[in-house]
């Protein structure tokens, strides 16, 4: 990595708070909302995503200190990160198609591969699936800009792993990429924002299955 400095490295976190800090507020809203089952895969694919990152600078901080290259550390952003981002959407998935009867039916497994393929397809699955399910819970919720900020935020995830698979990993690349990835997590926590400000703890937004039951009484 050409010319990553500790600021840098440090930089890198920000994102990576921002999501977390966003994913808390969701859980804090959303807990009695959704099934124990799908609230404990918000949580866990919450702190895997956190730890993902977490490891991410850890590395650079390490690697830009002059301290040791340790090589574990950056390898295990994406089979952290990608079960992390499905295991949110799952959670959401499921509870915005719940209809009478929640069955949960899941097997998760992260086998040991050699390269990184299945991962980062697990990671744009999940990263675009959360995306989604929380511009339709603000849609339901009549937020349209929450809405736009989900949508906003994907863009901006999407891009900022284009570019840094597109691109040469150099310092100059690595502070557009990881603003542009700052940029989108802001968003997704400005928007989580909005639909706490507008009550998703108090709304029936997942109380699906009571219509549903009436309408076809």
């Known amino acids: 990595m050409d010319g990553i400095t500790v600021p840098m490295a440090l930089f890198d976190l920000l994102p990576v708070l921002l999501f977390f800090a966003a994913a808390v507020l969701l859980q804090r809203d959303l807990y009695g909302k959704l099934v124990k089952g799908a609230y404990a895969l918000l949580t866990t694919g919450s702190v895997l995503v956190l730890l993902a990152g977490v490891y991410k600078a850890l590395y650079k901080v390490l690697f830009a200190a002059g301290v040791c290259e340790y090589p574990l ?6 089979p952290l990160q990608a079960p992390g981002f499905l295991f949110v959407f799952l959670s959401l998935l499921g509870s915005l ?10 097997s998760a497994a992260v086998p040991v591969y050699e390269g990184m393929l299945p991962f980062i397809i697990l990671e744009v699955v999940g990263c675009a699936g959360f995306q989604v399910c929380l511009a339709v819970l603000a849609l339901r919720m009549k937020k349209r800009a929450a809405a736009a900020l989900f949508l906003f935020s994907l863009l ?3 891009t900022m792993g284009w570019l840094s698979a597109k691109f040469e990993n150099t310092a100059g690349m690595n502070w557009f990429a990881q603003g542009v990835n700052t940029l989108g997590n ?3 926590l400005l928007g989580v ?25």
Do not use: I, N
Not at 73 to 78: A, G, I
Not at 202 to 214: H, P, Q
């Open 73 to 78: 550390l950056s390898r295990l952003l994406f």
């Open 97 to 106: 198609l719940r209809r009478k009867k929640q069955t949960v039916l899941l």
């Open 156 to 158: 901006a995830m999407l």
């Open 186 to 188: 802001g968003a997704l």
């Open 193 to 217: 924002w909005l639909l706490h400000r507008a009550g998703l703890a108090d709304s029936d937004v997942f109380a699906k299955e009571a219509a549903y039951a009436g309408a076809h009484a």
